[in-house]
């Protein structure tokens, strides 16, 4: 299992613990480097994370790095065939942001596109530039096992989906089974619960529900006992998942530990 470095809190603010807002950008160019020195070769990002492209293109624009990153929504509501010069417009800005010739890793960010009229226009441009030589896989990042309802294995070298100890539900209903028995790379997000999974209850904003307010108390006083950390509990579930080939530690993680 490798790890990756999410980079949403690159390019705007995000996460429901954050209390500092967008990352400054000479604090990026030390997670960077920080993440490389400690062997970390892979980030994810997004064209929907600001400028959170452009950032790691300016800082790792010379470094061996694998790169997933995500089409952003076109807010189209049917696709046709002029649709394509459209997403490889973007695709092509990805590329110039990243300063790169090729990306490891192209996603569907918004799920729902899959299942538009027209759709397969959409399908048909991933399956062209799979084989291309602009992108080595392409992949759907998903929230429910609904968004896989009549997608092409052919298009799904990669799905990344939401996974943490307080959210199992697409590990007890089956789901990575069922990707692992199509052979795809099952990639994990949200390991930390934008951060919440690895902070004291004591800090967590108002709002949060009650119910799962209890149960992290819970966890914290077994910890305590223990003598075992947030982090520690919080990484060690998703390790012992074997069917998982990657997750992804957020940029949250940097602000609710320092």
């Not at 759709?119 to 992949?139: A, C, H, T």
């Not at 997608?151 to 990575?176: A, C, F, H, M, W």
């Not at 990484?235 to 940029?251: A, G, M, P, Q, W």
């Amino acid at each position: 299992m490798k790890l990756s470095l999410g980079t949403a809190q690159f390019g705007f603010n995000y996460g429901i613990t954050n209390k500092s807002g967008k990352i400054k950008n000479a604090e990026i160019e030390k997670i960077l480097n920080l993440a490389i020195q400690s062997g970390i070769n892979s980030f994810d990002t997004a064209q929907d994370y600001g400028d959170a492209e452009k950032l790691i293109g300016d800082y790792v624009q010379e470094r061996d790095l694998k790169i997933t990153t995500k089409l952003s929504n076109t807010g189209i509501k049917s696709f046709n065939a002029s649709s394509v010069d459209k997403w490889n417009q973007k695709l092509n800005l990805s590329l110039k942001n990243l300063k790169r010739d090729k990306i490891e890793t192209l996603l569907i960010h918004n799920p729902s596109d899959l299942q538009k009229p027209g759709n397969i226009f959409l399908k048909d441009w991933l399956k062209e530039i799979k084989y291309s030589n602009l992108v080595e896989k392409v992949g759907l990042s998903i929230y429910s096992d609904n968004d896989l309802i009549n997608v092409e294995r052919e298009i799904l070298d990669i799905v990344q989906l939401p996974l943490s100890l307080y959210n199992q539900k697409l590990l007890t209903n089956g789901t990575l089974n069922n990707l692992k028995k199509l052979n795809c790379e099952i990639h994990v997000r949200s390991v930390f619960l934008q951060g919440l999974l690895i902070s004291s209850s004591k800090r967590w904003p108002k709002g949060i529900n009650n119910n799962l307010k209890s149960h992290h108390e819970k966890l914290e006083n077994f910890i305590e006992k223990e003598e075992i950390s947030l982090l520690d509990i919080a990484l060690d579930f998703v390790k012992k998942i074997s069917c998982i080939n990657k997750f992804y530690t957020s940029d949250n993680f940097y602000f609710a530990t320092r």
